[in-house]
């Protein structure tokens, strides 16, 4: 079977599925810790630390908008008609407008930049002047890594602000916005370490190296993804909930670590196959 080296349009397919299915793991992961929750709690990549809202009655209504929030990004990002889409967008900015403007000391406020830069994200990818719209979620994301405190979460924001840069230059060939995507990325990964944040950076790194015809840096990149995040061996430890039944105990562990581990290690091997097959 011949292969066919990757093309610029197929990386950014690629790039905009990943930053899609990533952005919705972190709203889902903030929204299991506050009082409104709706919809089901898909796996996830990335874990964070708890936001205690729960005991403040002011709190609600930004609990709610936030919950709005999540769920309409995930409805449009899931529609598969461009009026839906950009309606849920379009509703989702409106939550998050407002936990911005009335919330904006709350633990939620950073969340909700996540979130408005995340949906303009997608409706600058589905605009014709798309390459232009992507600097407000740029600077959204700039303002976000400087509203939180903790290097994961940093490190989260850089690969969003990574995959704007990137999808701006598939817009707009311009090569700065290339190296920016590249330093976006590398920075993740400096912060992210050995967290799901640094991982997904490498994977995005690899990705423009990859691009650049660079395959022995993409390479080195990616094995070392596949090698620390490889789904460990299991030799059945125990969590309260299971520790009655060690064969749900041992499924329950096994689960664990697909969440952690498991799927980036499949990503870079699935990248490192395709590496091979175009040599």
């Not at 939620?108 to 830069?117: H, P, S, W």
């Not at 890594?145 to 995959?163: F, Q, T, W």
């Not at 096994?254 to 395709?274: G, I, V």
């Given at each position: 079977m011949s292969h066919i080296k990757i093309n610029k349009k197929a990386l950014k397919k690629d790039e905009v599925r990943t930053f899609g299915l990533n952005a919705w793991d972190y709203f889902e992961e903030h929204q299991k810790t506050i009082l409104i929750i709706a919809g089901a709690i898909v796996v996830l990549f990335i874990i964070w630390k708890?936001?205690?809202?729960?005991?403040?009655?002011?709190?609600?209504?930004?609990?709610?908008?936030?919950?709005?929030?999540?769920?309409s990004f995930q409805t449009g990002l899931n529609s598969?008609?461009?009026?839906?889409?950009?309606?849920?967008?379009?509703?989702?900015?409106?939550?998050?407008?407002?936990?911005?403007?009335?919330?904006?000391?709350?633990?939620?406020?950073?969340?909700?930049?996540?979130?408005?830069?995340?949906?303009?994200?997608f409706k600058a990818n589905a605009s014709p002047d798309g390459a232009k719209e992507l600097d407000e979620p740029i600077s959204i994301f700039n303002?976000?890594?400087?509203?939180?405190?903790?290097?994961?979460?940093?490190?989260?924001?850089?690969?969003?602000?990574?995959?704007?840069y990137e999808n701006k230059y598939f817009l707009s060939e311009d090569k700065q916005l290339l190296n920016a995507a590249v330093s976006a990325y590398e920075k993740a990964i400096e912060l992210g370490k050995d967290k799901a944040a640094g991982a997904e950076a490498m994977l995005c790194k690899a990705r423009l190296m990859e691009l650049q015809y660079k395959d022995d840096e993409a390479a080195a990149?990616?094995?070392?993804?596949?090698?620390?995040?490889?789904?460990?061996?299991?030799?059945?430890?125990?969590?309260?909930?299971?520790?009655?039944?060690?064969?749900?105990?041992?499924?329950?562990?096994?689960?664990?670590?697909?969440?952690?581990?498991?799927?980036?290690?499949?990503?870079?091997?699935?990248?490192?196959?395709?590496?091979?097959?175009?040599k």
């Open positions: 708890i936001y205690n809202v729960q005991k403040q009655n002011v709190m609600r209504e930004a609990n709610l908008l936030f919950s709005q929030a999540a769920n598969e008609q461009k009026e839906q889409k950009e309606q849920e967008f379009q509703k989702c900015l409106d939550s998050c407008n407002r936990i911005l403007s009335d919330y904006r000391s709350s633990p939620l406020a950073a969340n909700a930049l996540y979130v408005k830069g995340s949906a303009l994200f303002e976000f890594i400087n509203s939180v405190s903790s290097n994961e979460e940093k490190a989260v924001g850089y690969v969003a602000l990574g995959y704007a990149l990616l094995e070392k993804v596949k090698t620390d995040r490889k789904h460990p061996v299991v030799f059945g430890g125990k969590d309260e909930a299971y520790s009655k039944d060690p064969q749900m105990n041992f499924i329950f562990q096994q689960l664990k670590n697909m969440e952690n581990y498991y799927s980036y290690s499949q990503m870079a091997q699935f990248s490192l196959d395709r590496l091979q097959g175009q």
